[in-house]
């Protein structure tokens, strides 16, 4: 169990009511979810492939099939990483290049023509996971890094 005590000097409701010297505790009890932990996926390892070499990025029960998350890669790009439902994974880069906003990871996985695809979240410009064009301009795309399980 985790418990978590913020405390403010002053702040103000989402009513606008001004409060003073307000201490918020908040208790979280870490569940764990089946999608996570199946027996095949324990202990085993995403890894990405830069120049230098293939690295672990996470373990493969950290991701969630059908959503994404954010990775830090050695050289200090950012990557989103994604687990489809048939357990296949993707690693693109995470910057919107029509918005500059780091946030592929948070967009939504789907498949259009047999062509699995992340939509941004933002304007929702699909690009292709397993190249990285993007399938609604041409002349765009964002890069693709080698994955692996191990």
Do not use: I
């Not at 985790?2 to 908040?26: C, P, R």
């Not at 780091?102 to 047999?114: C, E, W």
């Not at 929702?124 to 397993?130: E, G, H, P, W």
């Not at 993007?134 to 890094?145: A, I, Q, R």
Request: aromatic letters at 6%; charged letters at 20%.
């Amino acid at each position: 169990m985790t418990t978590t005590t913020v405390t403010t000097d002053t702040g103000t409701t989402d009513t606008g009511t001004t409060h003073t010297g307000t201490t918020h505790t908040t208790t979280h009890t870490p569940t764990q979810s089946t999608a996570h932990t199946t027996a095949p996926d324990r202990g085993r390892r995403l890894q990405v492939r830069d120049e230098s070499g293939w690295f672990t990025v996470c373990g493969l029960d950290r991701l969630t099939p059908g959503r994404g998350v954010a990775a830090l890669l050695r050289d200090g790009s950012q990557a989103a990483v994604f687990l489809d439902r048939a357990g296949r994974t993707y690693v693109v880069g995470n910057r919107d290049p029509f918005t500059g906003a780091y946030v592929l990871s948070r967009g939504l996985l789907g498949s259009a023509a047999g062509v699995p695809f992340v939509a941004s979240p933002l304007l929702k410009q699909r690009f292709d996971l397993r190249t990285g064009r993007c399938l609604d301009d041409d002349g765009v795309s964002v890069p693709v890094f080698p994955s692996r399980t191990a």
